[in-house]
């Protein structure tokens, strides 16, 4: 934490690597359901019927992915004597607690409204933030509140989004803030949940491992991904296509479909590309 603090160059000392939570297809594995093979992008784009029938031959996965939803981002989910929610509500406490403390400029009197902020946009993510209002609400300053967003990123607890080709400053409010996936829900703010912040989250949290995640002017994402682009929205069987209609390389991730149809993809099949 104290390397990372300090930014140095250590390409000749040392190989980092970051690790992801599980993808929904490494959870299947882990939990013993079945091992499938990771399915690029652009593999499953044009083949998703196919590829989605010949999972489904092996697997119910709609039943698994709601179980991932919850409790299936973090591999401690194998041990059977600990309580998934608790050890995760503990991780967090500690990432805010301690571990931020090894960033330059964090101060560890301000955890506790951290923690406050993590529970307000697990009550709104995926949201546009009026900066202002919410730093108000939590009680710290703009600027501060800002930077401090930057920190919940680093940790992995939210994922900030932008337009494309905007330029992201300290300074700059991000345009919409998600958390990092969606077993954090469960953790802080269980009894509220939205099914549709789920939904984007895990979208958002499967594409941003193997792609470049944007917001689309018109629709929910921009994916960037082998020199590409597509345009992406979100949410349920009931989706219509009105939205994407006029656009290029564009496609509806709709939950609650075990499989597909033309542009029609099974939401659960995204946690198959890493």
Do not use: C
Not at 221 to 226: I, N
Not at 247 to 267: H, M, R, W, Y
């Amino acid at each position: 934490m104290e390397i990372f603090r300090q930014d140095v160059d250590l390409s000749r000392r040392a190989l980092i690597y970051e690790l992801p939570g599980l993808s929904f297809r490494k959870f299947l594995a882990f939990a013993g359901v079945a091992d499938f093979q990771p399915v690029p992008l652009t593999d499953i784009l044009p083949g998703h019927r196919e590829i989605a029938l010949s999972i489904a031959d092996k697997i119910k996965p709609l039943q698994h992915f709601k179980t991932y939803l919850q409790s299936g981002y973090y591999p401690f989910f194998v041990e059977e004597n600990r309580d998934y929610a608790q050890t995760l509500e503990q991780i967090i406490h500690l990432v805010v607690e301690t571990d931020l403390n090894f960033m330059e400029g964090y101060d560890s009197s301000y955890s506790r409204k951290m923690l406050q902020l993590l529970r307000v946009i697990a009550g709104t993510a995926p949201f546009k933030p009026n900066i202002s209002k919410l730093s108000e609400r939590i009680g710290i300053n703009r600027a501060t509140l800002l930077n401090y967003l930057r920190y919940l990123e680093k940790a992995r607890l939210v994922a900030l989004l932008n337009q494309p080709e905007k330029s992201i400053s300290v300074l700059q409010k991000p345009d919409k803030i998600f958390l990092n996936n969606p077993n954090l829900y469960y953790v802080l703010n269980p009894a509220n949940i939205s099914v549709g912040s789920m939904r984007e989250t895990f979208f958002q949290s499967q594409l941003n491992v193997v792609a470049e995640v944007s917001l689309h002017p018109k629709t929910d994402f921009l994916v960037v991904y082998d020199n590409r682009q597509y345009a992406f929205e979100v949410g349920g069987s009931n989706k219509k296509t009105a939205q994407i209609q006029q656009l290029d390389d564009a496609f509806l991730a709709l939950d609650d479909i075990e499989t597909g149809f033309s542009n029609q993809v099974p939401l659960w099949l995204f946690g198959f590309l890493y």
